[in-house]
């Protein structure tokens, strides 16, 4: 008896077993990758940005962002972002109803949003930056436990629409990704530890040894040459005391230093003063912490004083220093040794460019200028009005671009040689412990633009007015 020939597969059947496998091997391909890449990676930023490099590339999205959960200001801050618009360090509320990553954080479950407007999407971000987003899948970072430590965005898929097999995707690899992020974070606090205490001691022995230094010119100045100075002037009114030849002669010889001392002195002590803050601002940056003071003060006192530190630095460097329209600022609510030492770090940095592209045969030495400028809006709501704006320009050889990207971020670079990047960080910093906003414009060539702007009401503060 001759066996029937077995059905054969159907076309069709094939057609969705063969889309099955090679879903399975972009899986496997992928889930490789982001192994490769979570293991490879030493720290934390580079850890974000190659996990979500391969996650977009995975499910083929034009842009993307991944947003961590930070517990002190209980806030989604975008960690890192990829797409024409940089929203790094904006913050979102995870109990903003209206935005969708705020919507998973808080379920844990993922949101796949394949037409924008029919979903009612917050276009705030769109309409801020002029990116247009079309389709979306937001997914959760769970740690094992089910803590849920951020959210991972992926925008407009370059083909066809997002779907559930890249959800599953995407939900691998935040699961893989969530737990190689904390781990990663435990670690650089344990070494921000490390480095805070020694950063600690080092604050310890660098005060002790700057107040000999200190106290050896104070006792020069007034043990020595201020009453070497009131000898001399009493002999020039006892003209036969000397004979008036050898007197001039003396007068000549002494008095550089009698213009020059007192600069020195005042040098001295705001150097020494100087370095204290730097200590201060390095121990503060390792912690990652920012303590402020909030004070009703005058802005032009404030700049004025640190702009006195830098006078005679100034003056060897050609640089003439401008200070415009501060008086149009009311006083408001600020810490004043953090955004005087902000600005310091502001101006200083304009004449350290300044000196640098001299030395480099970048610009012929000739006088150059930096503003210190200042403006106000007082009416309305911040950031559009309600603040105060201070701006440092200066016109030197301008920033390269690769470097003025980065200001103000984690990976900050310095092109001065002696420079770390961190003064701008800390400029960055300030802006945050005041609520504001720090920017920078520049063209090689054309000198830069440094701007700070601050609210002139504080939310949520309560700031003692100066007696």
């Known amino acids: 008896m001759t066996e029937e020939p077995p059905d054969l597969i159907e076309p069709e059947t094939i057609r969705i077993l063969r889309e099955r496998l090679e879903l399975r091997e972009k899986q496997l391909s ?6 490769a890449a979570l293991y490879s990676q030493k720290d934390l930023e580079s850890l974000l940005r190659q996990t979500l490099n391969v996650s977009l590339e995975t499910v083929d999205a034009d842009a993307g962002s991944l947003l961590l959960y930070d517990r002190e200001k209980d806030r989604l801050i975008f960690s890192h972002v990829e797409g024409p618009a940089d929203l790094r360090g904006r913050e979102v509320d995870p109990n903003d109803p209206s935005a969708k990553v705020s919507l998973v954080y808080r379920s844990g479950q993922s949101l796949l949003i394949s037409d924008t407007v029919e979903a009612g999407y917050d276009r705030r971000f769109d309409e801020e930056t002029g990116y247009q987003t079309r389709t979306m899948l937001t997914v959760p970072l769970i740690v094992h436990g089910g803590q849920t430590i951020g959210v991972m965005q992926a925008l407009n898929k370059r083909h066809k629409q997002f779907d559930l097999d890249d959800q599953a995707l995407l939900e691998t690899v935040c699961s893989m990704a969530a737990t190689a ?7 650089e606090e344990a070494q921000l530890a490390a480095v805070a205490r020694a950063v600690g001691d080092l604050s310890h022995d660098i005060k002790n040894h700057l107040t000999p230094i200190e106290t050896t010119m104070q006792t020069t100045v007034s043990a020595f040459i201020v009453p070497m100075y009131e000898d001399l002037d009493q002999l020039q009114q006892e003209p036969y005391a000397s004979p008036p030849d050898i007197l001039e002669a003396v007068k000549r010889a002494t008095e550089p230093l009698r213009e020059w001392y007192p600069d020195a002195e005042m040098a001295v002590h705001y150097g020494c003063t100087d370095i204290r803050e730097m200590v201060s601002e390095i121990a503060d940056y390792v912690k990652g912490t920012q303590s402020s003071n909030l004070v009703v003060s005058n802005l032009k006192e404030v700049v004025e004083e640190r702009l006195e530190r830098l006078k005679m630095l100034a003056r060897q460097r050609y640089v003439t220093l401008h200070t415009e329209n501060m008086e149009s600022v009311p006083p408001f609510a600020f810490d004043r040794r953090l955004l005087g030492r902000a600005l310091y770090n502001l101006v200083n940095n304009a004449l350290g460019a300044l000196d640098d592209a001299v030395k480099r ?3 012929e030495l000739r006088p150059f200028n930096v503003w210190i400028r200042a403006s106000a809006v007082v009416d309305g709501e911040f950031p559009k009005g309600g603040y105060c704006l201070i701006e440092v320009m200066d016109d030197g050889p301008g920033i390269p671009t690769r470097v003025r990207d980065l200001l103000f971020t984690p990976q ?17 910093s300030v802006a945050n412990a005041h609520h504001g906003q720090v920017g920078v414009e520049s063209e090689l060539g054309h000198g830069a633009r440094f701007w700070m702007k601050l609210p002139l009401k504080q939310p949520e503060a309560s700031a003692e007015s100066e007696s």
């Open 412 to 428: 900050a670079m310095s092109t001065t040689p002696g420079g770390t990047g961190i003064g701008t960080r800390f400029v960055k």
């Open 361 to 363: 045969k970048v610009l």
């Open 30 to 35: 992928t889930v490789y990758r982001v192994s």
């Open 181 to 187: 992020i904390v781990s990663a974070q435990l670690y």
